[in-house]
C-alpha cells in the first residue's frame, strides 16, 4: 500500500494571525539596493505598533525574528533569513512637527524627515538627507554623514521588545557611539523624536542640495548598500581600500566602486556569495598591507545557501 504524501509545516502556520500582513517564502533580494540575496521564511508588515506589539507578545520564543528597513545598508545571504522578517511600512512612515521636534516614524525615510524640516524652516536634519535609510536603522547604528548623526538630536524613541512590552527610549538608554547604539538587539524601534532649531528655509534647502550634489559626485549610484566599513579611528576606510589596490577589485559580479572604493557594487548578476566574498576579501588586502581591521558597516543578515 502506498504511503500518502505529507507536506512539511511551514513556519508560517503556526504564528499568530495579526491585522498586517503575512506572507510566506518571500523574496527579499528584490527589496533590498543590492538586489541580491534569499528570502524571508516569513515577512510580517505589522498594520501599527499595536498589531506588532501583540504578535511579538504571542510569538512563540523559539522563533527568531529580524527587522528589515529599506535595504540600503543591508546584505541578505543566499540562503535566505530564517523565522520573522519584520518590515515597518504602512503604519509606521508618518512624520510630523510638534514645535521645533520632528516625530518620524521608523519607516520613514531619513530623507523626508530632512525635507519635513525644511518645509517648516527647522534646521539641524540637513545631514538625514545623506543617508539612504529609514529613522529605524539610523537609530539602531547611530547613523550619520555631513558632519552629523542620530546621537546629536534625538530627544526621546520607542521600541517594541521581544515579548512586546512597548517602551519609552531616552537618550541614555542608547548607549550611541560611532555608528553603534548599546540599544538591546530585540528591541523595534518604532519611531523617534527628534530636535531641531528654527532657521532660514533657503539657507537649509541650500545645504540640502549641496549634500545631494556631493553624494551624487562622490558615490555610485548603481546596486550597492552604501558604505560598506567603518572608518576605523584615524582613517578613512576608502584611503586604506585604496592603499591595498582594491579599487576595482572583482569577485564575480561583485565589484568594488571605481568612484568611491568603500562602496561595493552588484554589476547585475552577483549573488550575495559574491558581495560578501569581495569584501572580506578587501579586509583580507587591507590588514595584510596596512595593518589595520576593517570593520563592516553593512548588515548581513540570514544564512550561506
Not at 512612515?93 to 518645509?119: C, F, K, Q
Not at 536634519?125 to 552629523?148: C, D, H, K, V, W
Not at 562622490?218 to 579599487?247: M, Y
Not at 561583485?254 to 562602496?263: G, Y
Amino acid at each position: 500500500m502506498m504511503a500518502l504524501a505529507t507536506s512539511k509545516p511551514h513556519l508560517i502556520d503556526r504564528l499568530p494571525r495579526p491585522r498586517g500582513r503575512l506572507t510566506a517564502d518571500a523574496p527579499l533580494g528584490p527589496q533590498t539596493w543590492f538586489r541580491a540575496g534569499g528570502s524571508a521564511e516569513v515577512l510580517f508588515r505589522p498594520a501599527d505598533v499595536e498589531d506588532l506589539s501583540g504578535f511579538l507578545a504571542s510569538l512563540q520564543p523559539d522563533v527568531p525574528v529580524t527587522v528589515l528597513g529599506v535595504g540600503s545598508n543591508l546584505l541578505v545571504r543566499d540562503g535566505g533569513v530564517r523565522g520573522v522578517v519584520i518590515r515597518l511600512m504602512r503604519g509606521f512612515t508618518n512624520v510630523s512637527v510638534e514645535g521645533h521636534e520632528v516625530i518620524a516614524g521608523a519607516g520613514a525615510p531619513d530623507l523626508n524627515v530632512a525635507l519635513t524640516a525644511r518645509d517648516h524652516a527647522l534646521a539641524g536634519l540637513e545631514f538625514l538627507s545623506g543617508i539612504p535609510g529609514t529613522i529605524g536603522g539610523a537609530l539602531r547604528m547611530n547613523a550619520g554623514a555631513y558632519q552629523g548623526d542620530l546621537s546629536q538630536v534625538l530627544v526621546s524613541a520607542e521600541a517594541v521588545d521581544r515579548s512586546g512590552k512597548v517602551r519609552a527610549v531616552g537618550v541614555a538608554d542608547m548607549g550611541f557611539s560611532y555608528r553603534h547604539s548599546e540599544a538591546p538587539a530585540d528591541w523595534i524601534f518604532t519611531s523617534a523624536r527628534l530636535r531641531a532649531t528654527p532657521g532660514d528655509q533657503l539657507a537649509i534647502a541650500r545645504r540640502i542640495a549641496e549634500i545631494d550634489a556631493a553624494r551624487t559626485d562622490t558615490q555610485p549610484r548603481s546596486r550597492t548598500g552604501g558604505s560598506t566599513f567603518v572608518n576605523p579611528p584615524g582613517h578613512k576606510a576608502w584611503e586604506l581600500i585604496d592603499r591595498a589596490g582594491c579599487r576595482g577589485l572583482r569577485i564575480g559580479e561583485a565589484q568594488v566602486s571605481e568612484k568611491h572604493c568603500n562602496f561595493l557594487i552588484n554589476l547585475g548578476a552577483g549573488t550575495a556569495t559574491d558581495i560578501e566574498a569581495l569584501g572580506e576579501e578587501v579586509r583580507r588586502r587591507v590588514l595584510d598591507k596596512t595593518g589595520v581591521q576593517l570593520e563592516w558597516e553593512i548588515r548581513r543578515v540570514g544564512v550561506a545557501p
